[in-house]
């Protein structure tokens, strides 16, 4: 069975750090590209950033680039999500999700294997 769990959400203040993981199972992690997204209250879902399955090729939403920084651990069968100067505005449920092939498209539709989310609260 396919699954992927992420771990690292909680409460910080704003200018804090956390650091996300998604931990895959029941398959091999690489080649799939893989992604992050969150989703506020009232919002649609928002793509943050992707990265190629190899991890050598990234891409970072406007909202987050020079804070936020993806990657990987294909050992590991592990993905994470570094994030660095939180702002209130970053509060939101917080996913992976994992692609069908190697190429880090932008399309969510392109993401077919999701977890559950964790909680990010980012106190002023």
């Known amino acids: 069975q396919v699954q992927l769990v992420e771990s690292g959400g909680g409460l910080v203040q704003a200018g804090g750090s956390l650091r996300l993981s998604c931990a895959a199972s029941?398959?091999?992690?690489?080649?799939?590209?893989m992604a992050w997204f969150r989703q506020a209250p009232g919002k649609e879902r928002e793509l943050l950033a992707t990265?190629?399955?190899?991890?050598?090729?990234?891409y970072y939403a406007d909202s987050v680039k020079g804070r936020f920084i993806i990657s990987r651990d294909n050992a590991k069968n592990t993905g994470y999500l570094e994030m660095n100067n939180l702002k209130p505005e970053d509060t939101a449920v917080y996913y992976c999700a994992a692609a069908k092939g190697a190429a880090p498209l932008r399309s969510r539709a392109w993401y077919d294997n999701w977890g559950q989310g964790t909680q990010v609260t980012v106190s002023s």
């Open positions: 990265i190629s399955g190899s991890g050598g090729s990234t």
């Open positions: 029941g398959w091999t992690f690489r080649p799939n590209a």
